[in-house]
């Protein structure tokens, strides 16, 4: 398979502070990545330099082959970011939010109109078309938040923690969407501090540390990392072995 | 591209109705209070009621002709003309509390005033000015003073009624504060973290202010068009000519958009934004005439030219009660340079801040 998405020597300080450390990943084309990390480890960081929201203080990204930063506008378009935060407007019905940033790629007429439908679909939202985002859910906000993301049909898609806070439902429905997308082509980075998802999700785990990449690996090779049995050991009990114990977010 | 963000920022921001009515009603409040509470002065201003202007006229029969066109002229501004035969001037001036005295005398004309009465000496001199002007020498006034008198009275400077003054002031005062205007497409953006994910698209930063600019510009004009409909129909304020009031108004309205960007721009907060606009517009509101009229304002002019209201409002009120006014050409171009300039600039604070994200 092929790297579609690789960083180089990818590093973030904030003043003194390195908050992404020399960060080398490799994504294949096809793959569900998981990146996994504590509070604070550099998640968020690491994705928003993906997208060029962040520059870089060091190192640089390519996307399918090329420099992103240098070609930022050819290769935005394959790109589907949902950030952690909901980026919904509340006085704005579930269509017209899918409808706003669907058409920031350039797509338009009829075509966007098939999309936000699709999309609304997608997430289970189709019946929740004409109303304001203000009077969903936070589940409901969440899906609206993905479908935002992908009516432009992205190659690579970068979930930032899309499941925070909300019920187990809203969260399976989500991952299984999240397994679809995949099977129909489209590449996966999704970051979680939720070692259940990844695991069970995800083709391949990164954990992150204090800005750094401490073990790279599926599930199972992770679990050797630690113990022999790998019957007898959670995801869970790797991460805390791997990162330690002490409290992040200080 | 921008088509569908621009037409969803207008429905955020029209569906922020508070802040679209607060537009409206504020300024119909502040023109009713205001129109009323100097309607007393304005009228002070115009001080015509009754005041007297002495006159001599040679015995030739061009001088006479002159009068009588004069004397139509003067009284549609208030002015009454008083014949005295004998006398000096300057005494009966001050003996008669007369407004001044004229002296005609075939081609000539002296004019005295009376210095303790500077408006209506100044009303006098102008009038008169006019008057001569039109008639170009005073023999040539005969038989068709009757159509020119109009425009001599037209002439005049603003004998502006205070409903019409702060109802066209105040409108154009609070479209200035537009920025209140876009406040719920502001908020909502902040709040729910809409600017960065606008950024992971193919919008360049003209094209993310142009998103701003074109709504806001749009619902400010409607808003200022509504107030103004509303003025005039419950105040009976009069607007001048149509075509260049609006012009005006729209290229107003689009400075002060552009300028209240431009400082959201900069500060990218809410409230600072509204703090140091309001500041900002109120000072200027201040030199241009928005709270007592410039006409007494004891500001030198190039201190009052400073502000962009007081071209503004200089025109707009010139239109209202002339027809036609000097200030056009400077309040297209002072709004315009100033759309322009802080345009660039916002845009370009934005560039600055997507390369800062360092
Ligand atoms: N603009 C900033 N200025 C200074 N420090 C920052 C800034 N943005 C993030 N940080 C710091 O960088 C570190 C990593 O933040 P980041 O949001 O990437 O973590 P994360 O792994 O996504 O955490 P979480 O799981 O809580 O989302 C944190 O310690 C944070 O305080
Ligand atoms: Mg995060």
Redesign the interface.
């Known amino acids: 398979m092929a790297t579609i998405l690789k960083t180089n020597d990818l590093t973030k300080k904030y003043g003194s502070k390195v908050v992404v450390d020399n960060l080398n990943i490799e994504i294949e084309e096809g793959e569900i990545f998981g990146l996994l990390g504590p509070n604070g480890a550099g998640k968020s960081t690491t994705m928003n330099m993906i997208?060029?929201?962040?520059?870089p203080?060091l190192g640089n990204v390519e996307f399918l082959g090329k420099d992103f930063r240098k070609n930022r506008?050819e290769l935005?378009?394959y790109?589907g970011?949902i950030?952690q935060?909901?980026?919904?407007?509340?006085?704005?019905k579930a269509w017209?939010n899918v409808?706003?940033?669907t058409?920031?790629?350039?797509i338009?007429g009829a075509t966007?109109k098939e999309r936000i439908d699709e999309a609304l679909s997608y997430v289970g939202l189709s019946e929740k078309k004409n109303d304001y985002a203000r009077t969903f859910s936070g589940g409901m906000k969440r899906r609206l938040n993905i479908a935002?993301?992908i009516g432009h049909h992205p190659k690579m898609l970068i979930f930032d923690e899309p499941t925070v806070g909300i019920d187990p439902q809203s969260r399976n429905f989500i991952l299984e969407r999240i397994k679809e997308s995949n099977k129909n082509g489209a590449t996966v980075i999704y970051t979680s501090h939720y070692m259940e998802e990844v695991e069970a999700i995800c083709t391949r785990i990164a954990i992150m540390d204090n800005g750094k990449i401490i073990a790279t690996g599926t599930s199972e090779e992770l679990k050797k990392m630690v113990v022999e049995d790998t019957s007898s050991i959670t995801l869970e009990e790797v991460f805390l072995t791997l990162t330690g114990k002490k409290l992040r977010d200080y | 591209m921008i088509r569908y963000l621009v037409k969803n920022n207008l429905k955020i921001m029209g569906r922020s109705m508070t802040n679209i009515l607060l537009f409206v009603i504020a300024p119909l409040t502040v023109i009713a209070v205001l129109s009323s509470a100097f309607s007393a002065l304005m009228e002070s201003y115009q001080g015509v009621d009754g005041f007297r202007v002495g006159y001599r006229a040679a015995e030739s029969g061009m001088s006479q002709a002159v009068v009588s066109g004069l004397k139509t002229v003067t009284s549609a501004q208030n002015i009454t003309l008083v014949e005295y035969d004998e006398g000096d001037p300057k005494q009966l001036v001050r003996d008669d509390d007369l407004g001044g005295f004229v002296v005609l005398d075939g081609d000539n004309y002296t004019v005295y005033v009376n210095e303790d009465k500077g408006t209506e000496a100044q009303m006098l001199t102008y009038t008169l000015h006019a008057f001569f002007e039109n008639m170009g020498t005073p023999s040539g006034a005969t038989a068709e003073s009757g159509e020119r008198i109009q425009t001599v009275t037209t002439d005049y400077m603003p004998a502006i009624d205070s409903t019409d003054y702060y109802g066209i002031i105040e409108i154009n005062y609070f479209g200035w504060c537009a920025v209140i205007c876009s406040a719920g497409l502001f908020i909502s953006e902040k709040k729910y973290k809409i600017g960065k994910k606008l950024r992971v698209t193919r919008l360049n930063e003209l094209q993310l202010y142009l998103a701003k600019f074109l709504p806001s510009v749009l619902v400010v004009c409607c808003g200022v068009g509504l107030a103004a409909v509303f003025c005039t129909l419950i105040f009976g304020v009069h607007f001048g000519n149509l075509l260049w009031t609006s012009l005006i108004v729209i290229m107003s309205v689009m400075a002060a958009v552009a300028f209240g960007l431009m400082i959201y721009a900069f500060f990218d907060s809410m409230i600072i934004t509204v703090i140091l606009v309001f500041a900002i517009v109120w000072i200027w509101g201040f030199l241009g005439g928005s709270f007592e009229t410039y006409m007494y304002s004891g500001f030198s002019q190039s201190v009052q030219e400073f502000s962009p209201l007081y071209h503004i409002n200089r025109c707009l009120v010139e239109l209202s009660c002339m027809g036609k006014s000097d200030y056009i050409g400077s309040a297209l171009i002072y709004s315009g340079s100033m759309c322009v300039g802080c345009s660039a600039s916002a845009v370009l604070a934005g560039v600055l801040r997507r390369r800062g994200r360092a």
């Not at chain 1, 997208?51 to 520059?55: G, K, N, P, S």
């Not at chain 1, 935060?85 to 704005?92: Q, R, S």
Request: charged residues 20%; proline residues 3%; hydrophobic residues 40%.
């Open positions: 997208c060029d929201l962040v520059r203080t506008r935005i378009g790109l970011y950030p935060e909901l980026a919904i407007h509340g006085n704005l017209e409808e706003l940033f058409s920031l790629y350039g338009k966007l935002c993301a």
